[in-house]
């Protein structure tokens, strides 16, 4: 990411910018950190990939397939599952011109999962929205994983070790150019640059603030205007809208192949070999591939567990009702039961009332001749 990073939008629906310098090549592993479900699919033991008519094969050294996943073209098939579990909220208002993204959006949440710090930055989530985010990204991470393998190994870059970088007034420059990096987009330690393992989210609270504030990130206006979600390197915007759960785990998916996944996973994000595809118009590369897949597997699972949810209301509500009637009958019951005492009483001509109930408790002698006393 030399300089300007050379970005260009290659779809519209959803405008994922890609950052062609290799960048990665140059980090030297710290330490070795995966995490993974299938074990065959950690780090590099995926060599190849296939694409064919209906799914994506990825295989190991042996030609073993390791994983697979649908080929879902169309970006407008990951956004299947209205759920309505974010709703656009009103803009700010401001008293003078935003200059900086926190200006729109004060405040922040981090989410530590697994390794990853996941900042969010927002203006207006409702407690339940801030819980759903939560769990959009903690099931967009392990869906990612179930597939594939998260690689969070810690990556430096020293002034020693790079024939093609040197550190210059505390940034790390390309050599022999006045072409220098963002320091902000690395941890110093020790004189070495490391790559922070976060991912800065941002929400905004509609989709006018999300066109008109996203600039203040970098992005274009008009990258920004035809799209529902973007993401460059660690960063994501999206904006609260009634699909957003499957929009911030699309994006989630491009951070998580481009930033966290090895080998072949990561190399088909920009495989210049798949050819351009068309489908309802829109335009799209390699890159939608997996991101597709993650951001409909995240909208089936809240689908899903709304569908759980709402039975096991209605359950809890026909068990409310059971008891209700239940309690009921128990009165009636009671009822009925009191009458015929009542009237068995009344048949003998000894029907108690207050007065004799608390007497009941004095020996029956006295109490024969208290009785008497007070009714006489
Ligand atoms: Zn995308």
Redesign the pocket.
């Known amino acids: 990411m030399a300089g300007k990073p050379d970005i260009e939008i290659i779809q519209l629906l959803?405008a994922?910018y890609v950052d062609n310098h290799a960048r990665y090549d140059l980090f030297t592993s710290e330490s070795e950190l995966h995490d993974c479900r299938n074990p065959n699919a950690c780090g590099l033991s995926i060599t190849s990939y296939k694409i064919d008519n209906h799914n994506i094969h990825f295989y190991g050294n042996s030609g073993k397939e390791i994983s697979s996943i649908p080929k879902i073209q169309s970006?407008y098939a990951v956004h299947k599952y209205h759920n309505n579990l974010y709703q656009s909220s009103e803009s700010r208002n401001f008293d003078k011109v935003p200059v900086q993204v926190r200006d729109v959006l004060p405040y922040h949440f981090i989410l530590k999962y697994k390794g990853i710090d996941f900042i969010v930055n927002y203006d207006n989530l409702t407690a339940t929205e801030k819980e759903q985010t939560k769990k959009d990204i903690q099931n967009a991470y392990e869906i990612f994983k179930e597939k594939f393998c998260i690689d969070n190994t810690i990556k430096c870059i020293s002034d020693k070790d790079s024939e093609y970088y040197k550190i210059y007034d505390g940034k790390l420059c390309v050599k022999d150019t006045t072409t220098c990096m963002d320091p902000e987009g690395f941890i110093q330690d020790n004189g070495k640059f490391c790559e922070p393992r976060e991912v800065k989210v941002y929400i905004f609270n509609n989709k006018i603030d999300y066109s008109k504030y996203g600039t203040l990130l970098g992005f274009s206006k008009k990258g920004l205007d035809t799209s529902l979600g973007i993401s460059l390197g660690k960063k994501i915007l999206c904006y609260k809208y009634n699909d957003m759960d499957s929009t911030l785990a699309?994006e989630l998916g491009?951070v998580f192949q481009g930033n966290f996944a090895a080998g072949k996973v990561k190399e088909l994000d920009n495989d210049p070999n798949i050819p351009v595809l068309e489908d309802d118009g829109s335009k799209f590369d390699a890159?939608?591939f997996i991101?597709n897949v993650i951001g409909q597997e995240v909208g089936k699972k809240n689908h899903d567990s709304l569908i759980e949810d709402s039975s096991n209301r209605m359950n809890t509500n026909s068990g409310t009702e059971n008891n209700f009637i239940i309690e009921i009958l128990c009165c009636f019951i009671g009822l009925i039961a009191l009458f015929f005492w009542w009237k068995t009483s009344s048949d003998d001509g000894s029907a108690p009332h207050h007065e004799d109930q608390q007497l009941s408790l004095l020996s029956n002698e006295s109490y024969d001749k208290s009785y008497s006393d007070d009714i006489i």
Request: hydrophobic share 10%.
């Open positions: 959803d994922h970006s699309h491009h890159s939608e991101a």
